[in-house]
């Protein structure tokens, strides 16, 4: 499946954080919402967009945009990464992979001649109105939330200039 474009309406989710606690993506309008995807809890490149992101939250709270991170974790594996590095901005579990795969993150890779699905390191930054205002592909993880917080402040220059 193709990820979805931007200005389309981003696909709907209700998925689980890591204290079991439903999240329902439709109910986040009003606020900028970033939807990180990746691949797996406790991976060098997964801990480190993880903390980058956990030590910009006061930039992302001035600007009252949530953080959802997604990945196919279950609860309890998103809980031990959410308590051993503080992280306090909810990790989904996608253990079904339906959400993955409705965004189009879900790719095949190979590593050393192994075939194999895992979920690309892809991003969605989604406007107060429930769509896609910009698509981060491939993301670099230790400098993702920079990117982030220089286009929400763009966007929130240009509304409230």
């Known amino acids: 499946m193709a ?3 931007v200005y389309t309406l ?8 890591q204290n079991g606690t439903p ?10 919402v970033l939807v990180y995807f990746y691949p797996k809890d406790g991976t060098i490149s997964c801990v480190a967009q993880a903390c980058a992101i956990r030590d910009a939250d006061p930039d992302f709270a001035k600007l009252d945009a949530i953080v959802f991170g997604v990945s196919a974790d279950t ?5 031990k990464l959410a308590e051993k590095y503080g992280l306090a901005f909810p990790l989904l ?3 079904d992979k339906k959400v993955v795969r409705e965004y189009g993150v879900l790719v095949q890779k190979n590593f050393l001649g192994r075939v194999y699905e895992d979920i690309d ?5 989604v406007d107060p109105f429930g769509k896609i205002a910009k698509v981060y592909e ?4 230790a400098q993702h939330a920079d990117m982030v917080l220089a286009d929400l402040n763009a966007f929130y220059d240009r509304v409230h200039g």
Do not use: I, M, N, Q
Request: hydrophobic share 30%; aromatic share 8%; net charge positive.
């Open 3 to 5: 990820l979805p474009s």
């Open 10 to 17: 981003a696909p709907d989710f209700t998925l689980p954080d």
């Open 23 to 32: 999240h329902t993506l439709s109910k986040c309008r009003g606020k900028w």
């Open 75 to 79: 609860v309890e594996s998103h809980k």
């Open 93 to 95: 579990a996608d253990e």
């Open 121 to 125: 390191r892809t991003s969605f930054l």
């Open 138 to 141: 491939h993301v670099k993880a």
